[in-house]
């Protein structure tokens, strides 16, 4: 399975940006997904999850209301929609897939490379 993100770069405070996750060599049915930005050193927070069904999602309080996962079966692709972007939200953006709980961070086996947000102030 790899994972193949795109969609970072610059914007202003108060802006949106879209992330895309391509995933090829295995079906979105298969897996949960979740985004995730460093924070700092290899340390990572769970930004949106999905569960393999893709019915049930999680926000941490950080976003809530402000992102958006999602996934289009049909293209094998989950996205990220990011609205009402904040400095604070610069990070490297990462997509994830796990085989096992979708909710338990340490199960996230696979990443993508990784696609960098910059929000000016």
């Known amino acids: 399975v790899q994972l193949v993100e795109s969609g970072g770069g610059l914007v202003q405070s108060g802006g949106s940006l879209k992330l895309a996750c391509s995933v090829s060599?295995?079906?979105?049915?298969?897996?949960?997904f979740t985004w995730f930005r460093r924070v700092s050193g290899d340390n990572h927070e769970g930004v949106a999850c999905?569960?393999?069904?893709?019915?049930?999602?999680y926000y941490p309080d950080s976003v809530r209301g402000r992102f958006t996962i999602s996934r289009d079966s049909a293209k094998n692709m989950v996205y990220l929609q990011m609205d009402a972007l904040q400095p604070e939200d610069t990070a490297d953006y990462y997509c994830?897939?796990?085989?096992?709980?979708?909710?338990?961070?340490?199960?996230?086996?696979?990443w993508g490379q990784g696609t960098r947000v910059t929000v000016s102030s």
């Open positions: 994830a897939a796990t085989d096992g709980n979708w909710l338990e961070g340490l199960d996230y086996k696979i």
């Open positions: 999905m569960s393999r069904t893709g019915k049930d999602t």
């Open positions: 060599g295995a079906s979105l049915d298969d897996y949960g």
